[in-house]
């Protein structure tokens, strides 16, 4: 039957940012569909919330406070899925992010350190959890890469080059470890998390968001979440090397966070 095809009965997944928004939302979604998680971020508080949920469904949880900016503690959390569950089948790249900033504030520092915590953190998880990933029989890395890796917009240069990046990473991942890993990403477009907080809490810039997506409204992280279950699953079991976007149709987004038209250099 078709819905069998998205249970994730005993298996086990990884996913980073757990402690709220998309990366909750993806955890619990997981956790409905069968699966155990390992839920990682640096707020221990968010993640006791987060694994509490997933308990209530029936799962089991690790809770792995880490500071995800450090690449060792995102190798470890490969190695505290083992010891926990004994098998890694799902990864969810889902930590990253990086702050607008006009193209002059934009130095060389803030460029490697957008492309160290969206596409370095990716690929150190999805080694080190490589080995359990080559023992299972089903088994999915997700990428959330983000509709700025695609389109234009002011003050998103080192976020959107860094989520460029991170698509073609996944396309060429992908290809390295076909047949046996399937390897996707989700361009995700404007959810209503806390990092849109500076847009949601003004009622100007919602109504020019929400005018540029052409299905009228901001996402809910569990858009996100139904997409992320599909391709963890093997709903998306002939899906390798794609990267899904779920923007309510934004082709561009018509917002530039009130940057001015050029600011101080920083060397």
Known sequence: ???????????????????RGIGAASALALAEAGADVVLSARTEDQLKDVALKVEQLGRKALIVPADLSNLDEVAGLA???TEAFG?????INNVGGSMPREFARTNAAALEDAFHFNVSTAHVLTRAALP??????TASVVNISSVMGRVSGRGYLAYGTAKAALAHWTRLAARDLAPRV????????????SALDIVTGDEGLTAQMEQATPLRRIGEPDDIAATVLFLASRGGAYITGKVIEVDGGIDQPN????LPDLGEAES
């Open 79 to 81: 190695e505290a899925a």
């Open 87 to 91: 098998r890694i089948d799902i990864v």
């Open 1 to 19: 039957m078709v819905l069998e095809r998205f249970r994730l009965d005993d298996r086990v997944g990884i996913v980073t940012g757990a402690g």
């Open 132 to 137: 359990q990933l080559l023992a299972s029989d």
């Open 255 to 258: 917002l530039d966070m009130g």
């Open 182 to 193: 399937r390897v996707n990403a989700i361009a995700v477009g404007s959810i209503a998390t």
